[in-house]
């Protein structure tokens, strides 16, 4: 997927999201971006907090120019999992994970650019690490990359906060074996 798919879809996504008050924030592949080593994204993850009369509107909003199943998309805001729309246009795909999965992630999620596009949130360093921390726990050897390559960013991360997360979500030793690897040189 190149970046100007990504920016013209990006753009389409914000401006409906910001437009409904809607709060979200970025996650995923995309925050790589920001966060560490730039890299191809097969599709744009964000989280959202929406009722369910929030996302009629949203469909509405969405429909003119996204592929997307109303019934499936009302599913999964009552059941607070994923929902997906295509942009038809650029075919990115979104992935919208309903509530957030991270305690306090919402709270701790950061205004920046992505693609030139902005300004528009994303999550926190410290919650982007402990998101692909889970992705790992669930066999995702990507997202091992993408931790080694955060924590080697310049950029301050809060350990202490990423230990912590982990613990509370049970994935604490998936991090641990991370940093493991990462210090005998076995991620990159």
Not at 156 to 179: K, M, S, T, Y
Request: hydrophobic share 45%.
């Amino acid at each position: 997927m190149n970046n100007e798919l990504n920016r013209q879809t990006l753009e389409k996504v914000v401006r409906i999201l910001n437009e409904l008050q809607i709060p979200y924030y970025f996650t995923g592949g995309i925050v790589s971006n920001v966060y560490g080593d730039p890299r191809f994204t097969e599709d744009l993850d964000l989280v959202v907090s929406i009722s369910l009369n929030q996302a009629e509107g949203l469909f509405s909003a969405l429909e003119s120019a996204f592929r997307i199943d109303q019934e499936e998309m009302m599913d999964a805001v009552r059941d607070e999992r994923i929902f997906q729309a295509l942009d038809e246009d650029t075919f990115v795909k979104i992935d919208f994970h309903v509530g957030e999965k991270i305690p306090g992630a919402a709270d701790r999620a950061i205004e920046t650019t992505i693609f030139g596009v902005g300004p528009l949130w994303v999550v926190s360093k410290e919650d982007a690490i402990v998101s692909k921390v889970f992705w790992v726990s669930l066999g995702s050897a990507r997202s091992e990359k993408d931790i080694a390559n955060m924590l080697i960013d310049s950029s301050p991360v809060d350990l202490a906060l990423v230990e912590n997360l982990c613990e509370q979500l049970g994935i604490l030793d998936h991090f641990n074996r991370i940093r493991k690897k990462m210090e005998e040189g076995g991620i990159f």
